[in-house]
């Protein structure tokens, strides 16, 4: 499969997360794509098209033939038949029985892969390679180790960001369904506020983490500091999908267009993230400071909001100017009257 025909399956795939339903299968020239269900391909039967997955299990039995790709996210894949297409697996498990045979190429990422000895594929196959779904300043995820030795290419970096993309934007219709008046205050917070958002951030991110380490020491209080690393990532977190939301109404309001928070959200947070990281991607040195910088303000913004309790505005004192002074009464026995003169 070549690097575009990966950046249209993942293209779609990003439009099944958008648009989630109990099932959902777009018969497109054979080609399908289905959400959290169960499909065999019984023995003797063929067919035509690509079919890519969300969860759920998929059986290739012996004898069967699939005549196109095979794309499986977070699902379960046993192939005892024919694939006559490339096979690209994200999450679950791939099982290749003795009778499976892929003429294309095999790519299982994040996944367990089980290949019996007598299963045949034509193509290559990579594996052992992990996706960084996030990644925090001075927090380093360790890869899992490569099973396969293959060298990094500017194709698999793609596909790295647009899946890393999609999941961010599942993240962010996840967390619009349950709270969206908060994520909505900490994007009005950040647009209203955006220095000061900046400036919160970074004191937050410089100072907190020399407190728990801190307060680590005294061994006693380490829950306290796990706590509180868990409260930070989950803060940064949050800030980043607090901006995709905002990033999703200028985008919608472009196209004239008025869709559902949460959609918005979703498509705001891929965009984010596409752009964002995919500058860290194509400048190593300098593209990694606008993560930085997104980070920081989002972090700032959940913070000067309360985590969304209530839009920052500044306190103001308000100044009463003095009533204005009028003349005394000329009825008032106490006030001298001048004489008038003659």
């Keep these: 499969m070549s690097n575009k025909g990966y950046i249209v399956i993942l293209l779609i795939a990003m439009l099944a997360l958008l648009f ?20 065999t391909l019984g ?38 038949g024919r694939v006559d297409g490339d096979l690209v697996a994200i999450g679950g498990s791939v099982k290749l029985a003795n009778s499976a045979w892929v003429r294309g190429n095999v ?48 194709g698999w970096d793609m596909l790295g960001l647009f899946f890393k993309a999609i999941l961010w934007a599942a993240l962010a219709v996840l967390v619009m369904m349950f709270l969206p008046n908060p994520t909505d205050r900490v994007a009005r917070t950040i647009l209203s506020q955006p220095l000061l958002s900046g400036g919160v951030g970074l004191l937050t991110i410089i ?12 061994i006693i209080l380490i829950p306290v500091s796990l706590l509180g690393i868990v409260i930070l990532i989950v803060t940064w977190f949050f800030g980043r999908i607090a901006l995709g939301l905002e990033i999703g109404r200028r985008f919608a309001s472009s196209l004239g267009q008025e869709w559902p928070i949460a959609i918005t959200a979703g ?69 001298e009257t001048p004489p008038a003169e003659k």
């Design 20 to 39: 989630p339903g109990t099932a959902l299968a777009k018969n497109l020239y054979n080609d399908q794509t289905l959400v959290g269900e169960s499909f």
């Design 43 to 80: 023995r003797g039967e063929e067919y035509d098209g690509n079919l890519t997955f969300f969860g759920g299990s998929i059986i290739i039995e012996q004898g069967s033939r699939l005549n196109g790709d095979l794309v499986v996210m977070g699902g379960n894949v046993v192939v005892q």
């Design 107 to 154: 790519t299982a990422v994040a996944s367990s892969f089980d290949r019996e000895v007598n299963a045949r594929i034509d193509g290559q196959l990579i594996t052992g390679r992990s996706v960084r779904v996030w990644q925090m300043p001075g927090i380093i995820i360790p890869d899992t180790p490569r099973f396969f030795n293959f060298p990094a290419s500017p």
């Design 207 to 218: 100072v907190v983490p020399i407190f728990l380490l801190v307060i680590a020491i005294t």
């Design 267 to 335: 498509i705001g947070t891929f965009f984010l993230v596409l752009v964002v990281d995919g500058a860290n991607m194509v400048i190593p040195c300098v593209g990694g400071i606008f993560s930085i910088l997104v980070g920081l303000l989002g972090l700032g913004g959940v913070l000067l909001s309360r985590f969304g309790s209530q839009i920052y505005s500044p306190a103001t004192s308000a100044i009463v100017p003095p009533p204005p002074s009028t003349p005394p009464s000329t009825n008032d026995p106490s006030v």
